[in-house]
Nanobody
Framework: QVQLVESGGGLVQPGGSLRLSCTAS????????IGWFRQAPGKEREGVSC????????DYADSVKGRFTVSRDNVKNTVYLQMNSLKPEDTAIYYC????????????????WGQGTQVTVSS
């Protein structure tokens, strides 16, 4: 069974950090692009970051550049999103998704999605 599972969300104060994980089961993340998206209430789903396990290239939304870092662990079949200097506007449900073979900011191009993990940044 093909499945993506996100974890690591929670409540954090502004300026804090969280690390999200996206673990795949039933398939390997090799030769795929793994995107991180987020959706806040009343807003459209937006791309946050992406990593292509094919060539290791990464991409970030302007709003998170310098604060978020995406990485992968091929042995654990897991992709991580390290989020630092969090702001209240980062509050959203965060999703990971996969597509072949390279990154894209269009969520419609992704073929499998996780269930999401809530990130709340508030004092």
């Amino acid at each position: 069974q093909v499945q993506l599972v996100e974890s690591g969300g929670g409540l954090v104060q502004p300026g804090g950090s969280l690390r999200l994980s996206c673990t795949a089961s039933g398939f390997t993340l090799g030769y795929l692009a793994i995107g991180w998206f987020r959706q806040a209430p009343g807003k459209e789903r937006e791309g946050v970051s992406c990593i292509s396990t094919n060539d290791g290239s990464t991409d970030y939304a302007d709003s998170v550049k310098g604060r978020f870092t995406v990485s992968r662990d091929n042995v654990k079949n897991t992709v991580y999103l390290q989020m630092n200097s969090l702001k209240p506007e980062d509050t959203a449900i965060y999703y990971c998704a996969v597509k072949r073979p390279y990154c894209s900011g269009d969520p419609g191009e992704y073929t499998a999605w996780g269930q999401g993990t809530q990130v709340t940044v508030s004092s």
